[in-house]
Nanobody, 123 residues
């Protein structure tokens, strides 16, 4: 049973930084691609960052250059470092996992999800 537990969300002013964490249990971790997705009220869930098997990374155009996805294989933890935050980054952030390689920001490709952590950026 794969379990994902996010933490690190909160409220921050525009221009600030947050680091989200996602603790992963119940899977081999190395054999999984993982991603961070977000969903704002009234909007569809969108992908913001991916890290594949082999640790290649991909970012959406809205966060490229500001967010960094990484993972610590020893701690089975996924991270999202978010810098230069903007009010439009306000959303519930979810980590997700899928077995094997993935390069698409398609939520339906990911079978495992955390419960989400709220990020609120004020202007």
């Amino acid at each position: 049973q794969v379990q994902l537990v996010e933490s690190g969300g909160g409220s921050v002013q525009s221009g600030g930084s947050l680091r989200l964490s996602c603790a992963v249990s119940g899977n081999p971790f190395r054999g999984y691609s993982m991603g961070w997705f977000r969903q704002a009220p009234g909007k569809e869930r969108e992908g913001v960052a991916l890290i594949t098997v082999g640790d290649s990374t991909r970012y959406s155009s809205s966060v490229a250059g500001r967010f960094t996805i990484s993972r610590d294989h020893g701690k089975n933890t996924l991270y999202l470092q978010m810098n230069s935050l903007k009010p439009e980054d306000t959303a519930m952030y979810y980590c997700a996992a899928r077995e094997g390689w993935s390069w698409q920001f398609n939520p339906s490709d990911f079978g495992y999800w955390g419960q989400g952590t709220q990020v609120t950026v004020s202007s």
